[in-house]
């Protein structure tokens, strides 16, 4: 018997899916093309500390949460696809910003008050833009009786452009300077923009009593434990990505992306319930334990392998642990809990890894180590079986 209820295969039947996931992923894709590139940008052009170099690259994961309590009144007051694209025209002029900063525009100003600002802003509109794409639009293209197999597919896409992002950014570098790959992201956004608008979206009456503020579509207080747990994970990966500024990893981590999609489907498909998450954690700690005996050849390749198989395979199961948390009618808010706390935890962990370990990736490493020891620890102690006994489905 299937414990898991597991998707048997991802969505290939719905044309304006595929249009909403791909440019799901094109946003994520752009909002990751900073993160190898700005804190040292800002460090060695700008001539920032590390500590406010982390400040800017960490504030979209605690600027995501600004815009969440009106997105339920946003989708209802106004049409739900053009709230989506007008956050993407923002996150576009965010981007661009940054470009005139590298220009020389805001140096004068304070590059750092500048720079922050705008990732403030950037970060907000990319909250409330993944948010409407996930919890409602996304949604919205699928036959009720699919939605968490299209919920599961289109994380997917999102999980995928953790590592293509980077890896763009810094496969673009050697024939671009900074400004012109932030161009290049906010070239992604307006890609993604074209992509949602060729998809019809029915006007769709609001509810009688509409609030301006809510925690409808945005945090799912029933999750409180999975969230601080999958934070917990998602802070080891930004340590990591601190200390790693090579295509190479990045395009590694895919593979590992891969290859946890195929375990799911695979090994994971009859498994015990438990063993999925237990897995993902083992692997990346067996990552981290091969990060510190050294950094030869054989290293460089299996560290990504095992952290991107790890984290997709932890990833993917916490997301159905989101949806079956939650009653039928608030499905989005899981997703957009699940978001929030996959981009705080990271967020978390790029902070720390820039503001307190620039140049001891030792330290980095032990933390990240430290970190997901205690998030096993939650999950076998504590969350999973408060997940079992609070599930909805």
Same mark, same amino acid.
């Given at each position: ?226 969230? @601080?747990? !999958?934070? *917990? $994970?998602?802070?080891? #990966?930004? /340590? ?5 500024? =090579?295509?190479?990893? &990045? ?113 980095? @490493?032990? !933390?990240? *180590? $430290?970190?997901?020891? #205690?998030? /096993? ?5 504590? =969350?999973?079986?408060? &997940? ?6």
């Amino acid at each position: 018997m299937n414990t898991q209820n597991t998707p048997v295969h991802v969505g290939l039947w719905h044309r304006d899916f595929w249009l909403l996931a791909v440019a799901s992923l094109l946003v994520t894709t752009a909002m990751y093309l900073p993160l190898p590139l700005l804190p040292r940008w800002m460090m060695a052009v700008c001539g920032c500390t590390p500590v406010e170099a982390a400040v800017c690259v960490a504030l979209p994961g605690a600027s995501a949460f600004l815009l969440g309590c009106f997105c339920s009144y946003l989708v209802q007051r106004y049409r739900r696809n053009h709230v989506c694209v007008y956050s993407l025209f923002a996150i576009a002029m965010c981007f661009y910003c940054l470009q005139f900063i590298h220009r020389g525009v805001g140096t004068a100003l304070g590059a750092f008050g500048f720079v922050a600002v705008v990732r403030l802003v950037q970060g907000a509109m990319f909250g409330l833009a993944q948010m409407v794409l996930s919890s409602t639009l996304i949604i919205d293209t699928c036959e009720s009786f699919r939605r968490t197999e299209a919920n599961y597919s289109a994380a997917w896409f999102t999980r995928l452009a953790l590592s293509f992002g980077p890896m763009l950014a810094l496969a673009l570098l050697p024939v671009m300077d900074f400004g012109s790959v932030m161009v290049v992201g906010a070239m992604l956004c307006i890609l993604a923009v074209i992509l949602i608008s060729a998809v019809k979206f029915p006007f769709k009456a609001p509810e009688d009593i509409v609030r301006h503020v809510s925690a409808d579509r945005f945090f799912l207080p029933q999750g409180k434990w999975l969230f @601080v747990n !999958l934070l *917990l $994970v998602t802070a080891a #990966v930004g /340590l990591v990505f601190s200390i790693n500024g =090579t295509a190479y990893f &990045y395009g590694m981590l895919s593979v590992g992306f891969v290859l946890s999609l195929l375990a799911a489907r695979f090994v994971f498909a009859n498994a015990e319930l438990k063993s999925e998450a237990v897995t993902g954690m083992a692997l990346m700690m067996a990552a981290l334990l091969v990060l510190l005996a050294g950094n030869d050849d054989t290293a460089s390749s299996l560290v990504p392998v095992l952290m991107g198989c790890g984290m997709g395979i932890v990833g993917s199961r916490f997301l159905l642990f989101f949806i079956k948390l939650s009653p039928h009618c608030r499905r989005g808010t899981s997703q957009s809990t699940y978001f929030l706390a996959c981009e705080s935890g990271l967020s978390v962990g790029l902070f720390l890894g820039y503001g307190f370990f620039y140049g001891d990736s030792h330290g980095a @490493v032990m !933390l990240s *180590l $430290v970190l997901c020891c #205690v998030a /096993l620890a939650m999950y076998v102690v504590f =969350t999973h079986r408060w &997940y079992v006994k609070h599930k909805n489905r």
